[in-house]
């Protein structure tokens, strides 16, 4: 999904980084769609990440920048153990092992701009008030280790100068435009989307829950910035927290009731599901964003501002 | 060195975790010696943990108690990337995937405790004054990258109930015995060592570097309390500081003086290696180590008391 939104805004922007855009090249597991109107070549694959030829084929063109957001979500990571170390750990690895032979086979000349979708799943409770960017990465999903593991690979290979990375530890990213993928966090997003569209949507955490949020345009925004920053000033240390805001599902159905009225909120049908209320009560409500606001990082502040960013970008209305 | 002096309390004792020991298994990449005096069988092995058959051999044994200590250490995981991570994280891998392998032959009731050698090496500059056990793990080194990878994972094992894992961050580990190894922290122990064996040491860095110190025989006693501390307790957190003291390269020297005199001390002979002393000045000086100490483990308080230990456990008096 953000994949989709970022070739957008390529084709969009035509440039990232100051630079001209010459050429994308965009992989998914099934072919994503090339990006519309853009005034650059695209191509558009599907490869599997996990298969051990991807990797070395993706990088032999040598891309500048290297957006890496490809993931098994924390849902299916925990319930498939192989399949989540095989793409989060393994594939990733072998990503960047592929920049760096590439780099060898280039002279040491190649160094590309590796940009990598973190998540503030790598923290775990119990947490403090606010978590600042001190705080230890004790993730309580499998996912959430994955994704801390390939952050430490991230500052190494970024500290022995193999890639220039740096990971971005997105808020739960809200509201997401439908189908729902298997995240556990899903129904932070389908709790707003359906219910706009006329459709019911299963809440199966308690209205007391609170989340770390940005919408899709913000966590897009983040990825183009993180791409143009000079990263030498981070040091040593490659990731960061994301700006977002703190709110409760209780808020964010307030903020559904002001947009969709009354009848908007009966379509959400409470489901208690102990599994996702239990991963989710482990992940942290509050953060300090401190380094990523001084390094120019933005986010929304209020659920009602990304209710409007949603119906402005993704919003599909009922069919009546 | 630790791994010897392991074995050699495991005949000593001739029981761990409050259970009589029926057979150890010992393994390095030259054949350890069998420990002396041992009341139980002692099979002893020159294997290579990073070839891939490894693993699978030593758990198909189902040992109860398994003490992962081998690694390639920090000057050579950091001049041979490679080997590094082959060693320190992809065979420390396949020994996890191994007991969760068998732990699946054995219909799931196979769940040894796993004692891992982990490194404050974890850390990395800047530092606060003191680091507690919430501060996050941003290591400057291949080998502390490698290091806080085995973390994640072994919490993730743990969590997952595979095996019943903890990683102990060992303090710098001083007087080590000789030979020299090629780990930077080597001379922290050389400049003991050597002038009390009427032998010339180098000192690469200042005398201001401050380390974080415990003696090999502290550091066996970690492990064993390791192995017999109900892990249950300390929740899905599985890396734990060890306690240790701090002090710097000056005091040890006046240590040094106050047993070996004038004489020992003109053996120190200081040739400042800039790549030595830079990876030096980025470990942490100074930790509270609450939570270790709250579950049990202790260690030395004075440098005069390591030197003692030494002086009884590995002193090798000077040929005259």
Redesign the interface.
Known sequence: MIGRKLGARLAADGAIAGRQIKSVHLVDVVAPAPPAGAGFAALCEALDLAAPSTAAKLIAARPDVVFHLAAVVSGEAESD?DKGYAVNLDATRRLFEAIRHERDRAGGVYRPRLVYASSIAVF?APF?ETID????????T?YG?QK??AE??I??YS??GLFDGIALRLPTVVVRPGPANRAVSGFFSSIIREPLSGREAILPAPEATQLWCASPRAAVGFFFHAAALDLDRLG??RSLTMPGFSTTVGEQIEALRRVGGEAAVRLIRRQSDESSAHIVSGWPGRFDARRARAFGFVAESSFDEIVRIYLEDDHVPAVA
Chains 1, 2 share one sequence.
Request: hydrophobic content about 50%; cysteine-free.
């Open positions: 153990f775990g403090p960017d001190d705080f230890l990465a004790a993730p309580l499998s280790a801390a593991i430490l690979l500052a190494d500290r022995r040593p240390r």
